[in-house]
């Protein structure tokens, strides 16, 4: 299967007519026919029907341009990851991070780096988890923050643990407890995030010691869970980061220790075919020393194989 015949059938599908196809790539009709033919040929199905002097894609053909175009996409996002790699320079940092992490933390970590480096050339990009992986990988980043249970692309990692915490709204009875634990929470309204592993192993939790888990709103960002709290909705269970961030936003929570005690996981990544900056792990370094001053209490485990 060649680029071109690809090419020219992605024109024809999203133009309609071989003419405006032709002129769009720079060939002439006949060449554009002759390559849709022999993409049929290669496919074994029909990718078009002619109805009325146009082009309509058959129900193959429209499944086959769906595939086509991800593929055209994956080029794209190659390019881009080009361009990233191309843009470094000496003295450079730049960072992959999902959400929560790149919103309500890294961003002070990064403002003491610039201070500290002179001429620093420095990004914070914001992905979902597995996208920073991929980044990471393809040597488009210095580092990466991912959230994912495992990692399983050629990285290397640092694992790093924390426990969760629990936040509680305004005036709750709840706060003149030192440790908040299931039974506390039985049946009391709560705000939980959709499900992933952090809290899958909270329901579990309550499963285990015959609390009920009594969910009024599922909400995507950690974010939403402390504004949600903060005005009286629910409490909830959440990682240590998101609960300094809504008290430095200035939310009227109450945060306590949740016994038994739920991981938070997620892993610091670095690309594997380059020997790690000294600013990349000075970075790394300033990240565990801050969540230190913060009261977070992180543990880590270093992976230097490449998976």
């Known amino acids: 299967m060649q680029f071109q015949q690809l090419n020219a059938f992605k024109a024809v599908f999203e133009l309609g007519t071989v003419t405006a196809a032709a002129d769009f790539i720079h060939i002439t009709q006949p060449a554009v026919s002759r390559l849709i033919g022999s993409l049929e040929r290669k496919v074994g199905f029909k990718l078009f029907q002619r109805v009325k002097g146009r082009l309509i894609p058959t129900d193959k053909g429209y499944a086959f341009y769906l595939e086509v175009a991800k593929a055209y996409n994956a080029i794209e996002s190659l390019e881009q990851s080009a361009i990233d790699i191309g843009q470094k320079e000496q003295g450079s940092l730049h960072i992959s991070a999902f959400p929560m992490l790149s919103a309500c933390f890294l961003p002070q970590v990064l403002a003491q780096m610039i201070v500290d480096t002179d001429n620093l050339a420095s990004s914070l990009k914001t992905y979902r988890s597995e996208e920073v992986l991929r980044r990471t990988a393809l040597q488009s980043c210095d580092i990466g923050f991912a959230l994912l249970p495992e990692i399983t692309a050629g990285v290397t990692s640092i694992e790093v643990t924390c426990d969760s915490v629990c936040i509680l709204p305004p005036h709750s009875p709840l706060a003149s ?103 990349a792990n000075k970075f790394v370094t300033l990240f565990f020393e801050l969540a230190a001053r913060e009261g977070i209490h992180l543990n880590s485990t270093t992976n230097n194989q490449t998976l």
């Open 177 to 279: 407890l030192d440790i908040i634990t299931p039974t506390d929470l039985s049946a009391q309204p709560l705000i939980c995030c959709e499900q992933d592993v952090t809290q899958q192993s909270i329901e579990q939790v309550f499963k285990h010691h015959g609390a009920k888990f009594n969910a009024v709103a599922e909400v995507s960002l950690a974010s939403a869970i402390a504004s949600l709290v903060s005005f009286g909705a629910g409490s909830a269970i959440v990682d240590p980061f998101s609960a300094r961030a809504a008290i430095s936003a200035g939310q009227n929570i109450t945060v306590r220790p949740f016994e038994p005690k739920i991981e938070f996981k997620f892993f610091i990544l670095f690309p594997t075919l380059k020997v790690r900056s000294e600013i």
